[in-house]
């Protein structure tokens, strides 16, 4: 952060009780923006410490989205880690929780307890499916999201007749972003009103979310379709029919022919993708790639999907499009669209991005030293601001490593402190 400028949310003090993807991504995102995240962990840590272990109850995963916070580790079960937490919270700004819908009560860490101590507080409390209805009661992760949402037949990745789980858990990260920004519009609104508020996230709302017009009915044009595709489904489930029928009947069997437009293609020594949703970008690319489409200006009723003829020429213009693609290298294709103004950008992998030009001017790779695994780099804030600029405050923390200090703060001292972890109270730190 730049010296004289704080973030956007220094002085906010944060009480983190979360594992695995989606409240620990939300907690980080507030820290970007000069937030203090004090996390909670069992002794025996967040299970996401375990994802792609490194050892030393360390892994990529945890690593991965807990960057800039203060770790402590409490044992919740006991009375004396349940005063440190009230104390804790009678100091904090927001608390974020994201147990299942039982916890949070048993462990006397819920929004009626917490908000008694500091009407001020903003809770945001994050569950798998919402606090009512028949699933309130049942944990989930982000495959369960995927499943119960639709969010997993988007894609329709299957695997024998058997659906796949979408690689990216976009569940839980687009719900970690709903958190940030569900609390920063709290604070805002308890700048105006000087009260507190809980904030109710889950998984489900957030994967219903970002399917935008599937999860969407238009009753003058889908509901004779929607109700015919649901009855057809419901028979296919009866008679025991596959995955791929049921997925032929929601998505429709709609032929898609002659995309020359839209798409990926392989060139001589990798692949590039080109994007034209607009006529006038289309006839960009047509100029690029000497080449002329027959359907363009016709009206759709002359440009049937379903004609073979339709099709057969269609055909031909993707052979056509595929191999001038082919004829030429990536790196020759780019300055010839870039100069005709057609979208278009070489297929990466991941990996090759941390050391990628654009990546490294616009400061998307951050660089943070571990305490155990020294140098890591990884990917920045996901936004900057030129008043109140961001910046990763930390790596994160080994379980339990900041224990002692925050006790520190709270008035403790070394005694005190060795009794609460003889007793199990505290956990990790010595050894």
Not at 132 to 158: C, F, K, N, W
Not at 365 to 389: K, N, Y
């Amino acid at each position: 952060m730049t010296e004289g400028h704080p973030g956007p949310l220094a002085g906010v003090r944060v009480l983190e009780f979360s594992e695995i993807i989606a409240a620990p991504f939300g907690g980080t995102l507030l820290s970007d923006m000069g937030a203090e995240i004090i996390k909670v962990e069992p002794p025996a840590g967040d299970p996401w410490r375990g994802f792609q272990p490194l050892g030393l109850r360390e892994g990529r995963g945890y690593i991965s989205l807990n960057r800039g916070k203060r770790g402590i580790a409490l044992d919740l079960n006991l009375p004396e880690a349940r005063e440190i937490v009230q104390q804790l919270a009678k100091e904090m700004d927001v608390v974020i929780v994201n147990y299942r819908p039982d916890v949070s009560a048993k462990l006397g860490i819920d929004y009626a307890t917490l908000a008694a101590l500091n009407p001020r507080l903003i809770y945001c409390d994050n569950t798998a499916f919402g606090r009512r209805g028949p699933y309130a009661h049942r944990p989930g992760y982000d495959l369960i999201a995927q499943a119960v949402t639709g969010l997993m037949s988007v894609e329709g990745r299957q695997k024998e007749g058997v659906p796949l789980v979408n690689a990216l858990p976009s569940a839980d990260i687009s719900t970690g972003v709903a958190i940030a920004w569900g609390v920063c519009a709290a604070l805002y609104a308890r700048e105006r009103s000087g009260r507190g508020q809980r904030i109710d996230t889950t998984l489900m709302s957030s994967a219903l979310a970002i399917q935008g017009t599937r999860f969407m009915s238009i009753d003058a044009t889908d509901l004779e379709r929607r109700e015919q595709a649901l009855e057809k489904i419901h028979e296919l489930r009866q008679h025991g029919g596959s995955y791929q029928e049921q997925l032929d009947v929601i998505l429709g069997v709609r032929p898609v022919v002659g995309n020359i437009y839209y798409r990926v293609y392989k060139t001589a020594d990798g692949f590039i993708a080109v994007g034209c949703l607009s006529t006038p970008l289309r006839l960009k690319l047509l100029g690029a790639i000497d080449m002329h489409d027959w359907r363009i200006g016709l009206p759709p009723s002359e440009v049937d999907a379903a004609d073979p003829e339709v099709q057969q020429r269609a055909e031909a213009l993707v052979q056509q499009a595929e191999a001038i693609f082919a004829a030429k290298t990536t790196e020759e294709w780019l300055p010839i669209l870039d100069r005709a103004g057609v979208p278009a950008g070489p297929l990466r992998f991941t990996e090759e991005l941390l050391d990628d030009e654009q990546v490294l001017e616009n400061n998307y790779v951050v660089e943070v030293d571990h305490p155990l695994m020294g140098p890591v780099r990884m990917a920045g804030p996901m936004i900057q601001m030129s008043e109140t600029p961001l910046r990763v405050q930390g790596p994160s923390p080994t379980l339990g490593q900041h224990t002692d200090d925050v006790l520190h703060e709270l008035g403790y001292d070394d005694g005190r402190i060795a009794g609460l972890r003889a007793r199990g109270v505290l956990g990790a730190l010595p050894g």
